[in-house]
């Protein structure tokens, strides 16, 4: 069954701190992965999107890896700002022209002055 | 430019009444999906169009859900008779072409009394 599961389910920390958010994923055949940003009360927003050749990919202080060989992704936080408290969701497509995208069910980050 | 949008952005109702939720996507954009999002879950695919084709309903989970896109562009999902389990935020997303990045909207929150 095609799975994508994330860790932890939540987290705190505090601001100006690192952290690294963990997707691990059962998704066969594999297309791409995207991490989206998704505040409260809002939609998800795409942060960053990694085909089975790429192992990073950043994007302002949010760097994605994808290893496509464990089937595991990591989202790095540098110098974490208020703003980044949010719900990050990791998403996987399961095969190349797919509309059909598996959700992880998120990791709700809260960043504390 | 403008964003997706979603009306009305909060819904209450009671149990066994009917419901409209409606879905502004980008404009030119070819593709739309909506989205269940139940609280600590992922995503839950219900239903997508593409263009003039017909569309995939395989992710309604009753036939008391419906979906219309008219002329292309706005979307209305309808509930019937709601029940309590309906209660959910409902998401809408749109992408230029099918199996492109999604763009979502603010999402529709629906309380079931």
């Known amino acids: 069954k095609n799975q994508v599961e994330q860790s932890p389910q939540s987290l705190i920390i505090l601001e100006g701190k690192n952290c690294t958010l963990q997707c691990n994923y059962t998704v066969s055949p594999f297309s791409n992965l995207r991490w989206y940003k998704q505040d409260t009360g809002r939609g998800p927003v795409s942060l960053t999107i990694?085909?089975?050749?790429?192992n990073t990919k950043s994007n302002g202080r949010y760097t994605a890896t994808l290893d496509a060989d464990t089937k595991q992704s990591s989202l790095h936080i540098t110098a974490s700002q208020l703003s980044d408290s949010a719900s990050y969701i990791c998403v996987v497509s399961a095969a190349s022209g797919t509309y059909k995208y598996i959700f992880g069910t998120g990791t709700r980050l809260k960043v504390l002055a | 430019g403008a964003g997706v949008s979603q009306s009305p952005s909060n819904k209450v109702t009671e149990k066994g009444k009917d419901v409209e939720l409606r879905c502004d996507p980008i404009s030119g954009h070819t593709a739309l999906y909506w989205y269940r999002q139940s609280l600590g879950q992922g995503l839950e695919f219900l239903i997508y169009f593409q263009g003039n084709s017909a569309p995939d309903k395989s992710g309604l989970p009753s036939d008391r859900f419906s979906a219309e896109r008219t002329g292309g562009s706005v979307s209305t999902l309808t509930i019937q008779r709601t029940q309590q389990e309906d209660s959910a935020v409902y998401l809408c997303a749109s992408s230029p072409v099918g199996a492109g990045e999604q763009f979502f909207g603010p999402g529709t929150r629906l309380t079931v009394l």
């Open positions: 990694m085909t089975f050749s790429e």
